[in-house]
């Protein structure tokens, strides 16, 4: 099938970018970065400049991928990630708007490439338990709720793409900072730090410069692990009760 | 070159206990001042860099990727093994030893596979204690499943996700340890160079990706954790940016690389769909623990359903043919993965391969919804279900096994494996072979350390499913933090090293020579053409089945792609930018003499073994037939530009009986 892309083009973080529009002709069973390497094969074999993204597992799992696609991060379908796209979800001579993650915490590094540290920091800043290798008790003797567990895990589940900032009119990281939080709070082992866990993460989230979660939601919608909101209220009450009652 | 392998004496349930406690090590003020160099963050370089920032050591890590969390470990699925014995099936420490050894078709270091099976009851503690979220049973303790070629069930698991728990759990830890100043983060770099001092690895030159600068950073030790090289096929069930360039820089270096024809070829992928096909998408080992495994018996059925006129629903139970089960008994669809790979090409090759391109075998479902359906319709009460509640009801229990899985595979194919059995492929998937490593990681170059799929001590000729992340962990928690004191204690002496050191700058010029050789070339084909062009040539010479003719065959093609390469590559842009062309560019030339190693390996190695199957040395009934007298050795190759030298070390076997390998 013929489709035509519309295609953010940037060539360093401060140069000015525009759209650039090009024609490729794509098979209904290739994931949508296989189509982009159809047109960067194209553009090289023009002696042209491919056009920059980021990829690596393409199969949904390492958050590397990071473009909006037609006004929405990782593209049309609900749960997925862009590399998990495929093109039959296109008809013949659409047109696609391709264009990178537009977060003030996340610079364009060139074209759709944009730089992701800031999340690394919000983790350093606490998301984690403070085990050092070999303190551990045995694995059984601390039994978890199945139910509990799962809940855990599905706040886990987080690929550390972006795509909630991305989503979010105020560029906000709060889903990920809370699915995180919430993770580890619902676990006993994260239990311990919990309290100056929730404060040092959303310190180092607002020094980063993400925005304020005013409530819209579309965070959740666009999450490819269909992470929930309900993070966000945890971490909210979690933040306001620790004010008063962490011990320093 | 003599090949000292530095297995401790003693029995070997005694050795690791005995040579923890007795090895040198450097005291808390020392680590202080001793550098370290870790290259890699997926689980094996993650679990290193933090565990050694965690004793004091300063540690330098590396990753290519904008964040350490990317490396490739997040997409492992199935899950992990460990020695606890918790479901009480008769598991224990020599279990788990014996079912590696046997797994690897004896062609791996029993002194190390038993340190291994050892440190596996500790990596799930400590997993569980950074909180990472394991499956369990209602009572709040570990669930387990089973995987192939083992009796027991001693899988640990996060549903489909459990490499990405780890490795997050592994990243948490570092990160931690990045929070407190133990360990200085370098995203976006990659290593494109050794640097040695007086025959020591003292440090690395490696390109800062966003800028294009070279930087050169030193180091008392150096440690890669880099993975394994399956790219070289091109078509792999690795992440695109997966390379062996760490490795085979520092084979460059003198490292010797060993057994690289040992690849692993996994049975359950989805098959290939088209020439644009950038990767291969790996469907879990532990479907085989409900999924059955079959093909049609007739040809004629075969293709009906390749014409499309069938489909696997048309097939009455008598006319399908569960090939696992019938030959393989005691096994049946939980065989080792070389076993249910060649099974599976055997029937495709017979012509009774059940998609478009006759390259696929189904994966089927159906059996174990009806299982699990009439269980939970008991369990819940239910008196006289009809089919469809049965049906209804199994299907959720799958879903809350497999669902991610399930679902992956409906994206990619655009099928519903609940109504119609799955599709699959074998593909490449993990590479056994790796840096040849002494007991204490440690490689030929003294200093120089290989951890994880990186090296290759650990799985001989076949690894068993959900042993790479034991192994990954294993190695970078619970052993190199001991065993790089061998070489450490002798260095508390060493001054840190300065980058203005000759060897550096001798370092950094070889390596923008080699940048700018390729850059200037300005040829008129893609580096993406010559990476299919190489794995094609891999995948046909070097694949599932092997042989001589085919082999020298494939030497002579690679060495003209190669040269080929250097006369006719385009890489845009400039080395002196963030240029996404020209990192593929240094991959694929480092891919380009990888593969030869490999074809030579596999040519030398006149035996089949686990995952290496050369046509000319197999059983009446098809299986591999090992050659024990003359091959039970490592193969450990010197690189030469024109005939690459190989090396030996023999392999002793003081507590296992060399067998042939049955699962029938």
């Known amino acids: 099938m013929k489709l035509h892309l519309k295609i953010w083009r940037q060539k360093t973080s401060t140069a000015t970018g525009s759209y650039e529009t090009h024609t490729v002709e794509a098979d209904e069973h290739m994931s949508f970065l296989e189509m982009l390497d159809v047109l960067n094969e194209q553009l090289i074999s023009e002696k042209k400049d491919p056009v920059a993204f980021e990829h690596d597992c393409r199969e949904g799992i390492c958050g590397a991928c990071s473009m909006v696609i037609d006004g929405r991060p990782h593209g049309p379908q609900n749960g997925t990630t862009t590399c998990q796209l495929h093109m039959r979800a296109y008809k013949e001579n659409d047109t696609i708007t391709i264009e990178p993650f537009r977060v003030g915490a996340f610079p364009v590094v060139k074209d759709l490439v944009v730089e992701r540290s800031s999340f690394d920091r919000i983790i350093q800043a606490g998301g984690y338990v403070s085990v050092n290798t070999g303190q551990a008790q045995d694995a059984n003797a601390t039994p978890i709720e199945g139910g509990i567990a799962a809940e855990a895990f599905d706040a886990a589940t987080c690929i550390g793409c972006g795509a909630c900032a991305a989503a979010c009119p105020n560029g906000s990281a709060m889903l990920f900072t809370s699915a995180k939080v919430n993770h580890l709070a619902k676990l006993p082992q994260g239990q311990v730090e919990h309290k100056k866990r929730v404060q040092s993460m959303v310190a180092q989230m607002d020094k980063e410069g993400f925005g304020f979660c005013s409530n819209v939601k579309a965070c959740e919608v666009e999450c490819p692990k269909e992470i929930s909101t309900e993070n966000i209220a945890a971490l909210n009450r979690a933040y306001i009760s620790s004010m008063f009652t962490t011990s320093d | ?664």
């Open chain 2, 1 to 664: 070159m003599a090949l000292e392998n530095k297995v401790p004496p003693g029995p070997l349930s005694e050795k690791w206990t005995k040579y923890k406690s007795t090895m040198n090590l450097v005291a808390p003020n020392n680590k202080r001042r001793i550098e370290v160099i870790v290259v890699g963050t997926g689980l094996a370089g993650a679990s290193a860099a933090a565990t050694l920032g965690e004793l004091g050591y300063q540690v330098k890590c590396f990753c290519f990727h904008d964040s350490p969390r990317r490396a490739h470990s997040i997409a492992a699925q199935g899950g992990i093994n460990a020695a606890k014995n918790y479901q009480n099936d008769g598991d224990s420490v020599y279990r788990l030893f014996y079912d590696t050894i046997k797994g690897g078709d004896y062609r791996s270091r029993e002194a190390n596979v038993h340190r291994l099976a050892e440190a596996s009851t500790e990596i799930i503690d400590q997993c569980v204690a950074q909180g990472v979220p394991f499956a369990r049973e209602y009572g709040g303790l570990l669930a387990n499943r089973s995987f192939g070629g083992v009796q027991v069930s001693r899988t640990f698991y996060a549903r489909g996700q459990t490499g990405q728990q780890l490795l997050l759990g592994a990243y948490q830890a570092l990160s931690r340890q990045i929070a407190k100043g133990t360990v200085k983060m370098y995203n976006r770099h990659e290593m494109l160079d050794l640097v040695k001092v007086d025959g020591k690895a003292r440090g690395i030159i490696a390109r800062n990706l966003l800028t294009g600068e070279l930087e050169r950073f030193a180091a008392h030790s150096v440690v890669l954790g880099t993975g394994g090289y399956g790219n070289v096929y091109y078509l792999s069930t690795n992440a695109m940016g997966s390379n062996v360039s760490a490795a085979w820089r520092a084979v460059r270096k003198g490292a010797l690389m060993a057994n690289p024809c040992f690849t692993q070829i996994h049975p359950t992928c989805i098959p290939v769909s088209g020439e644009y096909q950038s990767k291969l998408t790996l469907m879990s080992e532990s479907l085989r623990n409900d999924g059955r495994v079959w093909v049609p018996k007739s040809v004629a059925d075969a293709e009906a359903i390749q014409r499309g006129e069938k489909t696997a629903l048309d097939i009455p139970e008598e006319d399908r043919d569960y090939y696992l089960e019938r030959r393989y008994p005691a096994f049946g669809n939980l065989v080792p993965r070389d076993v249910a790979s060649r099974a599976a090409k055997v029937a495709c090759d017979e012509g009774k391969g059940v998609s478009k391109t006759g390259l696929a075998v189904y994966l089927d479902f159906a059996s174990a919804i009806i299982r699990y359906g009439k269980s939970e319709a008991l369990t819940t009460g239910i008196s006289n279900p009809t089919e469809a509640k049965i049906k209804e009801l199994g299907e959720e229990v799958v879903a809350k096994k497999y669902g991610n899985l399930f679902q992956m595979y409906e994206k990619i194919t655009g099928e519903n494996p609940y109504k119609m059995p799955m599709k699959i492929y074998p593909a490449v998937h993990y590479t056994m072979g790796g840096l040849w490593v002494d007991y204490n990681l440690e490689t030929n170059v003294p200093g120089l350390f290989a951890l994880g799929e990186a090296n290759f001590s650990d799985h001989g000729a076949n690894r068993l499913g959900a042993s790479a992340l034991m192994q990954g962990l294993a190695d970078g928690y619970f052993v190199i933090p001991y065993t790089i004191g061998s070489f450490l204690a002798n260095e508390i002496r060493t001054p840190a090293f300065s980058t203005d050191m000759p060897e550096f700058e001798q370092a950094e010029n070889d390596v923008a020579n080699r940048m700018e050789k390729i850059m200037n070339i300005q040829g008129d084909q893609s580096v993406e053409s010559f990476h299919r062009r190489l794995g094609k040539i891999m995948w046909d010479h070097c694949g599932m089945s092997r042989n001589a003719e085919g082999l020298k065959e494939g030497r002579q093609k690679i060495r003209a792609l190669r040269e080929e390469f250097y006369r006719d590559v385009f890489v845009p842009g400039r080395a002196d930018e963030f240029n996404p062309e020209l990192e593929k560019a240094l991959r694929v030339a480092d891919f380009l003499e990888m593969g030869e190693v490999m074809i030579l390996d596999a040519l030398e190695r006149n035996e089949s073994c686990g995952g290496h199957f050369r046509e000319e040395y197999k059983s009446e009934e098809g299986e591999a037939k090992r050659n024990d007298a003359d091959y039970t050795h490592v193969s450990a190759w010197e690189w030469d530009d024109t005939n690459p030298i190989l090396h030996k070390e023999a392999l002793e076997f003081e507590n296992v009986e060399l067998k042939t390998r049955s699962y029938k």
